[in-house]
């Protein structure tokens, strides 16, 4: 049997298992409430985190390319980007797949199951990366503001009008 049919069949105990698995990465107590309830308004990290899982494996399907599965991962991604995960510990749950995988797919086809999830892994890891990279740009950006205001407020610095703008282009 190939690899994509294997995975359709098999697909909600997929997506059961490697929900179950993510959760379980964050503390016991968290865990407990973000596996409860579906609901995006009662729980949304919680089912923002399984639509994300449920929308990845069904990319996996199908053809993709880097580009779209980072694009799916995104929510998850962007969630687990400002919580107090490392860049390894926000990317694990993508290698919980493989265990998974190991007790569901036969041997004969764990190799190439083993390459899709590093394909996922690395997706995940780009996402997870731009992620931080836009949280540390609207923090150094926040940070010039605030001192920029404070100068302001002590009368080092004034603000430029527009005149003075165009006025200092004339030299």
């Known amino acids: 049997m190939e690899l994509k049919q294997t995975l359709k069949k098999n697909k909600e105990l997929f997506v059961k298992k490697w929900f179950q698995a993510t959760i379980d990465t964050y503390p016991l107590q968290t865990a407990k409430v973000l596996g409860k309830d579906s609901n995006r ?20 399907l199908e053809d993709f390319n880097q ?3 980072e694009k799916t991962l995104d929510p998850v991604i962007r969630i687990r980007a400002v919580q107090a995960f490392s860049a390894s510990q926000a990317v694990s749950f993508v290698f919980a797949l493989k265990q998974i995988g190991e007790d569901i797919i036969d041997g004969n086809l764990i190799r190439e199951f083993d390459k899709l999830v590093d394909k996922i892994a690395l997706a995940a890891f780009n996402r997870f990366m731009k992620c931080r990279e836009e949280i540390f740009l609207l923090k150094a950006f926040e940070s010039k503001r605030r001192i920029h205001r404070a100068f302001e407020r002590a009368g080092l610095v004034a603000e ?11 030299s």
């Open 160 to 170: 430029l009008t527009e005149k003075d703008l165009l006025g200092s282009n004339k």
């Open 67 to 69: 580009e779209m599965l």
């Open 41 to 60: 308004f009662d729980n949304p990290v919680g089912a923002i985190t399984h639509e994300t899982i449920e929308d990845v494996f069904t990319l996996i």
